[in-house]
């Protein structure tokens, strides 16, 4: 077996949702597992929170922020036209723009309403009619909607990457699901119905893209610390299962990173269609 089969170097990356949490920590993994030779670009509404997190990477120069909103179809156009636009500006001919990865990472939680198991009835009907049709919109927008419309928009680049490098894992899809998917905690309905419809749009995804080179995977983690999800926070999922985890500890940052360098390189070029669950064996319980 060649000793580089899980290398990661000279690739052209797009994290969506890349300016906090998980995505942040793939950007910074994934500019030290290419030692700062591949360009990984990260897309988010807040740019300070971009650039701050490009400028705590070792090797800063490697992540380039990109301004943008994935929660509409128009804005998923955008940033894949800024995409094109920096590229070029990095010297890349047009017609030889390609993107070996693309992780659809976006994510957001509204409120919901909860209910304890004593509550009466109108309670209980009272606090799922909390989160408003508008938090159903945006975050479906936002939480399944933008994995099909960033993933077509900047589908001819990842064609392209895997028409001469898919052996090497090159013009490959990595979505972040989460352990949600699968498991309905309450009293985040939404949030889990979302992630839920975000595995099925994966998995059409790579029924559809598969046969044209770019293979199509997720990851669904659990109680990685996050800005959504955050040890500060005594609510949290991770403070409160952070001493019950069946592997006795909570997910790190490297945890999540070798997973997608996994799925993104040589080493998981044979695979598509598959959810790795990188979760400390939650689902088990």
Request: include cysteine; hydrophobic fraction near 45%.
């Amino acid at each position: 077996m060649s000793a580089d089969v899980f290398a990661f170097t000279n690739r052209i990356v797009l994290i969506s949702g890349g300016s906090s949490g998980i995505g942040a920590y793939l950007a910074q993994g994934l500019a030290v597992a290419g030692d700062g030779n591949n360009r990984i670009y990260i897309v988010g509404r807040r740019a300070a929170a971009l650039a701050s997190t490009a400028s705590a990477s070792a090797h800063a120069s490697s992540i380039i922020p990109l301004s943008g909103d994935v929660s509409s179809i128009a804005g998923c156009q955008k940033v894949a036209a800024d995409f094109v636009e920096a590229e070029k500006n990095a010297g890349v001919a047009e017609d030889k723009i390609q993107l070996d990865l693309l992780v659809n990472n976006a994510g957001i939680l509204r409120g919901e309403g909860s209910a304890p198991p004593e509550a009466s009835v109108e309670e209980l009907a009272e606090s799922l009619l909390k989160a408003s049709d508008d938090d159903w919109r945006v975050e479906m927008a936002v939480n399944v909607g933008s994995i099909q419309w960033l993933s077509a928009s900047l589908l001819p680049y990842l064609v392209r990457a895997a028409s001469t490098g898919k052996r090497d894992g090159r013009g490959n899809i990595v979505v972040n699901t989460s352990v949600s998917a699968f498991n309905q905690t309450p009293p985040f309905h939404l949030y889990c119905a979302s992630k839920a419809a975000a595995h099925s749009v994966t998995q059409s995804l790579a029924r559809a893209l598969t046969p044209r080179g770019v293979r199509v995977n997720s990851i669904a983690p659990a109680n990685v610390p996050s800005e959504m999800n955050s040890l500060s926070n005594p609510a949290s999922f991770v403070s409160k299962l952070k001493d019950s985890m069946p592997v006795g500890r909570i997910g790190e940052p490297e945890d999540v990173v070798a997973a997608v360098v996994y799925l993104a390189s040589r080493a998981g070029s044979y695979v598509s269609g598959t959810v790795i669950a990188v979760d400390g064996g939650v689902l088990l319980t």
